[in-house]
């Protein structure tokens, strides 16, 4: 396909997706605007785009496909927007927040003047953020979820899913509604909990200090959801509020069971609830991504002496293998410490893997 792209928000995820246009249509022409000028400078060097647009006007009139990839606030604004402006015949507007009810109701006013919104959702993302961790395989093997509208034709939904064909995501077609119970369930609530497991160990922490110091290890690692922007999840929040309200009393009920259960010392209920939720657990698929972005990790044990970390960081060198993290669980005198070392995909990890045993006798570890 050729045409003009025009993608508004130019961070991790509007810029993986201009990437993947431009790697699988070279024909295409992809304009960015970003309220950060440095953004746009950052993205025009590094290839991401062929030019900045001035204004979202200056981008949008002529554009064939407009990719909305701002917070949902700023989508519904832009959507205001766009409903304003004199839009190309044809054009496809889409976006990429994580709720969708709101943002479709909003979108009908573009509906209403002719215009093509097809909501969408690339369900992949990357501790790192801005366009500097863009790549064009940021959504390879992840879900997709696209929510048109019932009358959209399938000629506009299949023209979308060309366009982003070079993301090599998963499509799923969901209504939105659908998807906003979808990603409460298995991305906003997680979230919630988490920044609720923070904010009481916080508390717990002004009476007694060594809260801090234990949560150092797998307390960190299983909240680590909870150091996302406050602002994008204050807002997802309030977007999916009746969603949430039902998952949370829910959740509510799901305690008062674990609170009876303990009261009782019912051994043998409280045995089946962990089991149960093992067994739901250990199911799950491994080799695929999710809505919320996974943690590739690569436990070492190695042995406590100077240098340690450069050695092992050397060895990743040589291969030229990434890493986006690393820190000491554990370091004692006269015993082996446990180095924890993140990588961006579960390739690099592998790779990782094989790398350290061919260069050394450390014993690694992938928790699963």
Not at 14 to 32: E, F, N, R, T, W
Not at 72 to 81: A, C, D, G, H, Y
Not at 142 to 164: C, G, H, M, R
Not at 284 to 299: H, V, W
Request: proline residues 3%; glycine residues 8%; hydrophobic residues 40%.
């Amino acid at each position: 396909m050729n045409g003009r792209v025009f993608v508004i928000g130019l961070g991790l995820i509007g810029g993986s997706l201009a990437l993947g246009i431009k790697d699988k249509h070279p024909q295409s022409y992809v304009i960015g605007y970003d309220v950060s000028e440095h953004n746009v400078k950052l993205g025009k060097m590094l290839g991401v785009i062929d030019e900045k647009a001035e204004s979202i006007m200056a981008g949008a009139i002529h554009a064939d496909l407009i990719i909305i990839a701002t917070p949902v606030k700023e989508t519904e604004i832009i959507i205001n927007m766009l409903a304003e402006m004199p839009l190309k015949k044809g054009v496809i507007v889409t976006d990429v927040g994580s709720t969708k009810g709101k943002i479709v109701q909003k979108a009908q006013i573009l509906l209403d003047k002719g215009v093509t919104f097809i909501g969408g959702h690339p369900m992949a993302g990357s501790h790192k953020s801005g366009v500097l961790a863009a790549k064009e395989l940021l959504f390879e093997n992840a879900f997709y979820l696209l929510t048109p509208v019932q009358d959209t034709k399938e000629e506009e939904i299949n023209s979308l899913k060309s366009w982003l064909e070079g993301t090599k995501a998963k499509f799923l077609i969901v209504t939105s509604n659908e998807h906003d119970l979808l990603t409460g369930v298995i991305s906003h609530m997680p979230h919630i909990v988490a920044t609720s497991l923070v904010h009481q160990a916080d508390h717990t922490s002004k009476k007694n200090d060594l809260v801090t110091r234990l949560a150092a290890g797998g307390f960190r690692d299983i909240t680590r959801i909870a150091s996302s922007s406050p602002a994008m999840w204050r807002d997802i929040l309030l977007h999916n509020k009746e969603v949430l309200l039902q998952l949370l009393n829910d959740w509510q009920h799901e305690m008062d069971k674990v609170i009876s259960l303990i009261k009782e010392e019912n051994a043998s209920e409280l045995f089946e609830y962990f089991q149960h939720a093992k067994n739901v657990r250990d199911e799950l698929p491994q080799n695929q991504k999710g809505a919320i972005p996974a943690f590739y990790d690569l436990y070492v044990d190695v042995p406590d002496y100077p240098g340690v970390i450069s050695e092992i960081t050397g060895y990743l060198a040589k291969e030229k293998i990434s890493i986006t993290n690393i820190r000491i669980i554990e370091t004692r005198e006269e015993l082996n410490g446990i180095l924890v070392i993140s990588f961006q995909t579960d390739e690099d990890r592998l790779r990782a893997q094989q790398c350290i045993a061919s260069y050394s006798n450390y014993g690694t570890t992938i928790e699963k």
